[in-house]
């Protein structure tokens, strides 16, 4: 049901470079997936595109991600690590990661959500307040 196409062969042992990864509906040719990689790892450009990105059917974004050397991560503390999508093109949650971990709290939140029709941001949490939740749920039955 879907091809996957690479930019071109692996580096030699000691070399680094960007692959590109990119996989399409067989049917539709519509891109579905692009990753981007270097030395094996999602990692951001140096361009700001995200490091994953996926796409719906129609070819609409459901979710961006960046990432260094595999961790999420934003250069910019204020700018999200993981963006996701509703189907109108609209964001519909954020979160911000630096080198894997949550930002620093002074910074703002852990996590956005946003009204599907304006955009405005409905609620957000810190991380502390997730791992608050988490420990109050009860652990899921076999």
Known sequence: MYNKFMNGARPLQGQT?????????????VLRIKQVLFDGKLHAPPNGDPSHAAYDEQGRPIVFIWHDQGRTHRESETEPSHISFY?????????????????DPRLGPYIQNRHMDTGEVLDSQSYQELMELAADCSPLEP
């Open 17 to 29: 470079r960007y692959e590109v990864v990119e996989i399409y509906d067989n049917e539709t040719g």
């Open 87 to 103: 189907p109108n093109e609209r964001i519909q949650r954020e979160s911000f990661d630096v080198l894997g971990r949550p930002r």
